[in-house]
């Protein structure tokens, strides 16, 4: 609530905008609260003030007529503006006679702190807000003198209503039609959306209606413009329908300039930041100032960097006043450095230390710092790197985007979970999330525990099916068995899990409203307690925590407002609209006070501010200056010199050299930002994959510089404000953090070659550590150090035929691979599995044409490679698969067809059991068997290398000693009595994908008996092996696709292990 306002009843806040009357930054206040007839406010702040200045100008003295005041960033134009208003009411002027507009609501909180804390020693009453945004003072007035029902939508609301809008074209030819042939494809795109969006922003603000744009598009050969009209008629018939007219900024502004503006009482009408406003806005507030007798606009023009959403500084360069008022010094005055470093993780690295040092040597409060960005795609990344070097960072809770923040998409996966069945990947998300709160290896061993319990029961469902069956919130006999079956295998901590989940579920399948459903789910899960504590705590944590409680009552914003609108409205619905949101929902901002944390904010974010220092990162070339001209598709920049200057859209107008003006004003914003210090950072890295430039704003900066008198043979002296260095990698301190200084410390120590006295010296100094328990410090923490973790060997009685040929070339590839975890299947792998799955189907019986077609739409789903290259992988893949087709069917007319994927479990030799799968047995007339084992690599092995194929030899040693059995009507390799085996025809390597005109073969002869049992006895050993708890680690010709060489001891990669 806010102690000024307007004199009319009518202008009270409406619940669209009543987040500007949230003062932002201040310590709770002492109130009294008295109630007038209207009923009226008052309120009396006795504390947090700050003193009048006394400025020695005639505006400030007089406080009459009209007036420009123009100055230089930090040359206290806003200032001079709140010092100005709360002399005015000190003088006895009524606040009622008194509106402030802002140009944005942040700057309007500012405004309305900053005058609050100037005459908080008084005691003053107002019907409504004396300080208001543009927009919300449009909003308030049209409301007053329009008998419509009115809402102010948000741009995320509005960029919904237009996707949904263009995908009904892409559905329906007949509507697609307004739009010109060559651009219907791209109707679909989220590009393609938004400049739809930014055209019609842009239109509005001018004040354009349909008819307008269509006979624009008529009159100039445009028939986009046509398009667009034709559009926004159906976009304004649309939101017509909801019962209220739900209006966006600049078709608020042009529907109120409809209407004749009357005399509202102000008198005193403050303008700041003028050069934000656009050409509608302009004319609302010249069509005030008719009434008032003392009026300022004021603003900087060196800080207009809005031409992008349509904004001018015409209104405060051209608009007649009577005295204009300059203030040239300014109250900041910063050192500036620039510092350019090799790559982005060293950038990163520089800026994290800087802000750590700052903080811990300067004394330099978190919140008294911020790092400034282009935009926001260089936040995330940044803001990752500050958080894992322990800098709380806080970003602006008004630019989040609900759907992307991991907190929000937990409660709407829980909200789904309820209504419909959620995929494996989604499943795994909600347990891995704040809802189920598990880790991946909490939750590998749940599934496993479910796994074996199904097995146990004699079931053969995945874990992932079984845990969907015991988070059902609709109790049932299945899931009471299940539940018995699990405990019995499943640890307390995992089943948590499986509780927390289900608990959460329950709660929320209770009938009720969105905002109902919404608390039952937040409230089960325990987060809310659990991140008050966190936050509290501050730090890094506490801000991340910060961030997921802004998000979570952004949420319940939207909630309300959704209920609001649609009050029927289902909780599936709400959810589909928070999914299908791409822009910052603009959400209130009830913080009252400042979060102890560095604000990472855009250049255009951070107009209005300062902080003590400031560092501006990510100066490139190519994205500052960013000279892509906006809205290209519509042909914004003609639209808009049209409209404004008269300019027709034919003529051929360059607007780079406008474009790199107002980037230079954007740059100038950033780096004025700064009371104390400002620091330029910037990559250069011309020898990387991405090339990487300091912005021509830093060369700028260095040609700015004055050199000394020189002789040729000396180097020119360089004096300047400016301090431009190239900083490297091996210049640069470590960053100054507890883990940093211990690495530095160990790094000394293990280094033999450094000097004796340093090694010496680092080993007092992680004495001196260790003995106040700082983590990473004592020797016994070190890896390498501790001995090994297991000291009994592995009970390992089982092996397969592949991991045999894997495990002769190296142990400790063939043991700890396959527990590396990939990101990505690589390619070649999946069409293995694939390409095996299609001979195992038609080995089957399947229609050949009909597997190929089902296991190539698999590889389409599955195949993630670059789209240049997806023509020739689909290609190659038909080919292989009509060649390993046509190979069977040769094959088949050869030899009869035993079965495929025939499991193999013969014991062949004391404590070695073969476990596998062959993937074709057939056997001859001569009752003899024949072995094929499919590659899908391009590469075949020699004839050399086949005949000595480990895998193939194990497999020929397999039925040697065993019998073929039938199980369920399935052929299967099992243990045969003493003396007995199969007969071998061959053993065959089918390699379909060769380059080769036909299926390339490797065939292994038959083998000796003795010849098999030689192998078998090098088995036993080879078990050992693998057992450990040592493994041996062996340079052999595959060493190159080794997943595992970073660990591995024979590699330079994997020499890590500690020499001291």
């Known amino acids: 609530m806010d102690a000024f306002s307007t004199p009319q009843e009518s202008l009270t806040e409406s619940p669209d905008v009543v987040s500007e009357d949230l003062v932002t930054g201040i310590p709770p206040l002492q109130q009294s609260f008295v109630y007038a007839q209207r009923p009226r406010v008052e309120i009396v702040y006795n504390e947090h003030t700050e003193p009048i200045r006394e400025w020695n100008n005639q505006l400030f003295q007089e406080q009459r007529g009209t007036w420009r005041v123009t100055g230089a960033a930090g040359a206290g134009v806003s200032t001079l503006l709140m010092d100005t208003v709360a002399e005015r009411i000190r003088r006895g002027v009524s606040p009622e006679s008194i509106i402030v507009v802002a140009a944005s609501r942040e700057s309007a909180a500012r405004l309305r702190a900053g005058i609050a804390h100037r005459i908080a020693d008084g005691s003053y009453t107002s019907p409504a807000s004396l300080v208001r945004s543009v927009h919300s003072l449009a909003f308030a007035l049209l409301r007053s003198l329009s008998d419509d029902q009115l809402r102010l939508i948000t741009g995320a609301e509005q960029d919904a209503v237009i996707r949904e809008l263009l995908q009904g074209h892409v559905d329906n030819p007949s509507l697609a039609a307004i739009w010109p042939a060559e651009a219907r494809p791209a109707l679909g795109l989220i590009g393609f959306a938004r400049e739809v969006r930014d055209f019609l922003l842009r239109s509005g603000e001018r004040g354009l209606e349909p008819e307008d744009l269509e006979e624009l598009g008529a009159r100039y050969g445009r028939p986009m413009w046509t398009s667009a009209g034709s559009f926004m008629r159906e976009y304004q018939q649309v939101m017509r329908l909801g019962g209220t007219h739900s209006l966006n900024a600049s078709e608020l502004v042009s529907k109120l300039m409809r209407f004749d503006i009357p005399d509202m009482g102000w008198r005193t009408i403050i303008i700041d930041d003028a050069q934000h406003l656009d050409p509608q806005s302009a004319q609302f507030l010249q069509a005030l100032m008719r009434y008032a007798d003392f009026t300022v606009i004021a603003g900087d023009p060196q800080q207009s960097v809005f031409h992008f959403r349509g904004a001018t500084p015409e209104f405060l360069l051209r608009t007649p006043v009577d005295q204009e008022l300059t203030l040239y010094s300014s109250f900041r005055q910063p050192t500036v450095e620039a510092k350019v470093l090799g790559s982005a993780g060293d950038q990163s690295e520089f800026v994290a230390d800087l802000l750590r040092r700052s903080h811990l040597l300067e004394g330099i409060r978190w919140n008294d710092m911020a790092v400034i960005v282009r935009s926001t795609a260089d936040i995330p990344s940044l803001r990752r790197a500050l958080l894992s070097a322990g800098v709380p960072v806080q970003e602006d809770p008004s630019d989040i985007i609900l759907s992307e923040q991991r907190i929000v998409s937990a409660l709407m996966l829980a909200v789904r979970a309820i209504y419909q069945e959620l995929s494996a990947q989604e499943l795994e998300e909600l347990a891995l999330g704040p809802i189920g709160g598990a880790d991946t290896v909490t939750l590998r061993r749940l599934f496993r525990g479910l796994r074996k319990a199904e097995m146990h029961a004699g079931g053969n469902r995945r874990a992932i099916e079984i845990m969907r069956k015991l988070i059902d919130p609709k109790e049932s006999e299945e899931q ?131 902080w003590h220092t400031v560092i501006v990162a990510g100066v490139q070339e190519g994205t500052w200056p960013s000279l892509q001209e906006t809205g290209t598709l519509f042909g914004q920049e003609d639209l808009i010199d049209l409209i404004d200057s008269g300019i027709e859209p034919n003529t051929y107008i360059s607007r780079s050299a406008e474009k790199l003006k107002e980037e230079k004003r954007l740059f100038h914003v950033a780096r004025t930002r700064g009371t104390h210090r400002v620091v330029i950072t910037a990559v250069e890295s011309p020898e990387s994959d991405t090339a990487a430039e300091p912005s021509r704003f830093l060369q700028g900066i260095a040609e700015s510089k004055e050199q000394s008198p020189t002789t040729d043979s000396e180097t020119a002296s360089v004096q300047s404000e400016f301090d431009t260095e190239t900083v490297h990698l091996d210049q640069y301190v470590r960053l100054l953090s507890v883990p940093s200084i211990v690495a530095e410390l160990r790094r000394e120590l293990a280094n033999s070659d450094s000097p004796q006295r340093r090694r010496e010296q680092a080993a007092r100094q992680l004495a001196r550590l260790a003995l106040h328990q700082v983590p990473g410090a004592r020797p016994e923490q070190w890896w390498g150090f501790g001995g090994p973790s297991e000291t009994t060997s592995l009970d390992i009685s089982k092996v397969s035929p592949s991991l045999i040929e894997n495990a002769l070339l190296c142990p400790l590839r063939a043991r700890l691979e396959r527990l590396v975890e990939e990101e990505n299947t690589p390619i070649h792998m999946l069409k293995g599995t694939l390409a095996h799955a299609f001979a195992e189907a038609i080995g089957r019986g399947a229609d050949p044409a009909e597997a190929q077609q089902l296991v190539t739409q698999a590889l389409e789903v599955l195949l993630d490679a670059p789209a240049w290259s997806l023509p020739q992988h689909m290609a190659q893949w038909s080919t292989m698969l009509q060649r390993l087709a046509h190979w069977i069917d040769v094959s088949n007319a050869q030899r009869d067809l035993i079965g495929v994927e025939v499991p193999v479990n013969v014991t062949v030799a004391p404590g070695v059991e073969l476990r596998g799968r062959i993937d074709r047995l057939e056997r001859n007339e001569s009752d003899e068997y024949h072995i094929v084992d499919f590659k899908t690599g391009k590469q075949a092995a020699t004839k050399e290398e086949a005949n000595d194929n480990k895998q193939l030899l194990a497999y020929q040693l397999a039925l040697h000693r065993g019998q073929l059995v039938h199980r369920d009507d399935e052929p299967a390799i099992v243990t045969a009595p003493e003396q007995q085996g199969l007969a071998v025809d061959q053993a065959v390597l089918v390699y379909p994908a060769t380059d080769t005109k036909s299926v390339t073969t490797r065939e292994q002869a038959p083998k000796e008996p ?51």
Do not use: Y
């Open 480 to 610: 009471t068995q299940l539940r018995e079956q699990v405990e019995a295998v499943l640890t307390d901590r995992e089943l948590a899990v499986v509780d927390k989940i289900r608990a959460v579920l329950v709660r929320g399948a209770q009938p009720g409203s969105v905002e109902e459903i919404l608390w039952e789910i937040w409230d089960a899960s325990a987060l809310s307690s659990h991140l008050q504590t966190v936050s509290l705590r501050g730090g890094v944590r506490g801000a991340q925590a910060d961030r997921d409680l802004d998000a979570v009552m952004a949420l319940f914003d939207a909630a309300g407002d959704w209920v609001e609108r649609r009050p029927t409205a289902s909780i599936t619905s709400f959810v589909r609209h928070i999914a299908e949101q791409e822009l910052p929902t603009g959400v209130r901002d009830r913080r009252l006070a400042t979060a102890e944390a560095v604000r990472i904010v855009t250049a255009h974010g951070s107009l209005g501010q300062q």
């Open 1010 to 1060: 003795e010849e098999l049992e030689k192998f078998s006895a090098t088995l036993p050993a080879l078990l050992e092996s693998l057992s450990g708890p040592q493994l041996i680690a062996r340079v052999n010709s595959r060493c190159e696709q080794c997943k595992i060489k970073t660990m591995c001891p024979v590699q330079p990669e994997g020499k890590m292990i500690p020499e001291c």
